[in-house]
């Protein structure tokens, strides 16, 4: 499992994770947040980008990205679904290994691209109940930066 950081290149998922550590822990006394957010673009296939964004509360942001191309989806809800599910994947490995480096105190939120306007609508209370479920904090558009922005940018 490979992710893109704009600043370090190509990284292996435990050289992503030794980067984030170290960020962390190069300036303690500041505040973070982890976000996970997938979004997707349907052409030929689709392709899924899952985004890592380290939040340093107020001092900006760092963040990786994956892309994963699956064949073409046109159900809306397998899509949102499919999203979703990448992100909790991730949410999952990210919490255990920051678990392991005495790190648990930091909070993962799952960023999910569906929002009370548009098509979306419907699906909010299944998708949040999946990521809650799994633990994690939930968080919908507008408020869903990490997949309708940062995930955003890198499906195209």
Same mark, same amino acid.
């Given at each position: 499992? %490979?992710?893109?950081?704009?600043? $370090?290149? $190509? &990284? ?6 030794? /980067?984030? *550590?170290? %960020? ?14 997938? /979004? ?7 392709? @899924? *980008? ?11 942001? $760092? %963040?990786?990205?994956?892309?994963? &191309? =699956? ?21 999952? &490995? #990210?919490?255990? %290994?920051?678990? !392991?480096?005495? &790190?648990? /105190?930091?909070?993962? !939120?799952?960023?999910? +691209? ?7 609508? +419907?699906?909010?209370?299944?998708? *949040?109940?999946? #990521? ?12 869903? @930066? ?5 995930? +955003?940018? =890198?499906?195209?």
């Amino acid at each position: 499992m %490979y992710f893109i950081s704009p600043t $370090r290149g $190509r &990284l292996a998922f435990e050289e992503m994770m030794a /980067d984030i *550590v170290g %960020y962390i822990t190069g300036l303690p006394t500041s505040q973070y947040k982890i976000i996970i957010g997938s /979004d997707s673009q349907v052409k030929h296939e689709s392709c @899924f *980008v899952t985004a890592l964004i380290v939040h340093r509360l107020g001092k900006g942001a $760092r %963040y990786y990205y994956r892309k994963k &191309l =699956h064949r073409k989806i046109k159900s809306l809800r397998q899509k949102i679904f499919y999203e979703t599910s990448l992100s909790l994947e991730l949410g999952g &490995l #990210v919490a255990k %290994y920051l678990a !392991e480096c005495g &790190l648990d /105190d930091l909070e993962v !939120e799952i960023h999910i +691209d569906v929002g009370k306007q548009g098509e979306t609508r +419907d699906l909010i209370k299944e998708v *949040v109940g999946m #990521v809650t479920g799994s633990g994690f904090q939930a968080k919908i558009k507008p408020e869903a @930066f990490g997949a309708a922005s940062v995930a +955003d940018k =890198h499906t195209k």
